[in-house]
């Protein structure tokens, strides 16, 4: 009995021993791995998807605008850490009173990555090559549509712009074909990034890192397709001295392998899923160094008319939003997330407005709703045919508020509800196509207006993803609060266009999802704004004392 015990409380000690080696190990080596990227100042950060493409007129995903368009490319204006419109390529600008007309004077110590100083034939240059109809541009379409010629570029029928008129080489005024106050906001986004006109071409996309040429605080080194992207920093960068020497971005897919990751050391900040954000917040570990903000973004259904027949009936449309308890879905699945239910579909806090609920939200009253599909000719004897609800790979908790979406739709509606989960790159084309019913979607604002929510999405003439909403009340609706310089009356009339898409069942407001990260200590001078766009020209790495 003694000889028994000693040996297995030896061997509990051994193997106590041992792992408190390979802990103090573990610590070492993630400590000598800080020592070495801060001695060398360099960043190295993961992303789950790799860049979409290398040239910002075809860029329309978040990843990429952020974490490589935004340290590469600027525009001539853009959003600080404030939320506020500031200059940046531009110096200043006016807009003439009748919001038709812009003059920007552009900055005169700015060069590209090339050498080559910035003029106004850059900017001339960069919005007519993002018009061409050869590039297929995806979000040429709503930022630079009101420009004069746009719409001629975008259709094939013109291969210049007469509305953007160089003044000389630090000045250029832009042309509207209508009154827009928020035109100058679109003028940061990568469709609108200013290129170098004597490296890039009109008549090839930027397939090389060569081509990537900008005026941002870091230019691009290497890039290996599902591996890694990385960058330098720009020395003669005229917004300052840039602290960070490199940024290498590791595209790691696999949730479970970034983690490992960072806690090995390989990364200085990682995104929380959604789901683990109770664990991490109940760990002792990583609680201090847990930071959260929210973005302006929305997440919701996308009720597809010409994906289902049957939701050409607003009625079915209605009856499905009022069969699904959208508080269940947020606050019941994912208690202890910082996850907000939304009140309207405008993400009113981060868009500034006075606006707290909208009227037009349909509670959720599942007798009413099958009230409303027996109005419409639905019941037992001729039920809903299947419906699918599609969800991209890549969003964050799509997979679990779907499958319970689809469980409230069988129970209170008997209807045959499935979810198909799809690459990114396939649900973007399978929502364009109006391929399914629904579609769980998200939108991160592009520029902080009420416009960017709803002219930029569902306007007939104008939307990018959904082809199947043509309302010509909406239409004027949206386009008179754009020409509107009053604030006031402009709010008045996107609020009747938002409570518009709620009450047609367009659209079914869930929820704002918070960003959680975890932040390694020696990372500083990390700074957000509402749609996470600013570079990483102040930032820098310094191991506490």
């Known amino acids: 009995m003694f000889k028994n015990n000693f040996i297995k409380n030896g061997f509990l ?193 930027i397939n090389s890192l060569d081509k990537m040429v ?34 290498l971005i590791s595209i790691v897919k696999d949730v479970e392998m970034a983690r490992i990751k960072f806690d090995n050391g390989s990364f200085a900040y990682r995104t929380v899923p959604i789901k683990d954000v109770p664990a991490v917040k109940n760990n002792p570990e990583y609680r201090d160094i847990l930071d959260a903000y929210h973005k302006c973004t929305t997440w919701y259904l996308d009720i597809i008319q010409d994906g289902y027949k049957p939701f050409k009936d607003v009625r079915v449309r209605r009856a499905i939003c009022m069969a699904v308890n959208r508080d269940y879905l947020v606050n019941g699945l994912y208690p202890n997330c910082d996850v907000l239910l939304s009140n309207g ?44 609800l599609c969800a991209s790979e890549s969003a964050p908790f799509a997979s679990k508020i779907i499958e319970n979406v689809c469980l409230e739709l069988r129970k209170n509606l008997g209807v045959d509800a499935k979810m198909i989960p799809v690459s990114a790159s396939m649900y973007t084309e399978a929502k364009m196509n109006s391929k399914y019913g629904i579609f769980f979607s998200g939108w991160v604002a592009d520029y902080l207006d009420p416009n960017n929510f709803l002219r930029d999405l569902y306007h007939s003439k104008i939307g990018v993803y959904r082809k199947d909403y043509n309302n010509p009340v909406f239409d004027e609706l949206v386009d008179r609060a754009e020409s509107i310089k009053d604030t006031d009356e402009r709010l008045k009339l996107f609020y009747r266009a938002e409570d518009m898409l709620i009450s047609d069942a367009v659209i079914m407001p869930l929820c704002k999802l918070p960003e959680h990260v975890l932040v390694r200590p020696y990372l500083k001078g990390m700074k957000h704004n509402a749609m996470n766009t600013l570079p990483f020209s102040d930032v820098y790495l310094e191991l506490s004392k």
């Open 13 to 205: 000690l051994i193997v106590a021993s041992f792992m408190y080696s390979c802990d103090r190990s573990v610590g070492n080596n993630v400590k000598e791995k800080e020592r070495s990227y801060v001695n060398k100042q360099l960043l190295r950060i993961s992303s789950s998807v790799g860049p979409s493409s290398l040239d910002p007129v075809k860029v329309f995903d978040a990843p990429t605008a952020n974490n490589i368009m935004a340290q590469i490319f600027e525009g001539l204006v853009k959003y600080d850490e404030n939320n506020k419109l500031v200059p940046s390529l531009a110096e200043s600008w006016d807009m003439s009173a009748d919001c038709k007309k812009y003059t920007f004077y552009l900055r005169k110590d700015v060069k590209f990555h090339s050498g080559n100083p910035l003029t106004a034939q850059d900017v001339k240059f960069s919005y007519e090559r993002a018009c061409d109809k050869k590039f297929a541009s995806p979000m040429a379409d709503s930022f630079l549509i009101d420009i004069i010629g746009a719409r001629e570029m975008l259709d094939g029928e013109s291969d210049y712009l007469p509305g953007v008129v160089v003044k000389d080489n630090h000045t250029l005024e832009i042309n509207l074909r209508r009154s827009s106050p928020s035109f100058v906001m679109k003028l940061w986004t990568p469709v609108t990034a200013i290129v170098d006109s004597k490296v890039c071409s009109r008549n090839e996309p």
């Open 214 to 247: 900008g005026t941002g605080p870091f230019k691009p080194v290497e890039f290996v397709p599902e591996a890694f992207f990385k960058m330098s920093k720009n020395d003669n960068y005229y917004g300052g001295n840039v602290k960070l020497n490199e940024i």
């Open 345 to 388: 579909f405008l993400p009113y806090a981060e868009l500034n407005l006075n606006r707290k609920k909208s009227p037009a939200l349909l509670p959720y009253n599942p007798q009413k709703a099958r009230e409303l599909l027996e109005e419409a000719g639905y019941g037992k004897d001729n039920p809903l045919p299947s419906l699918t």
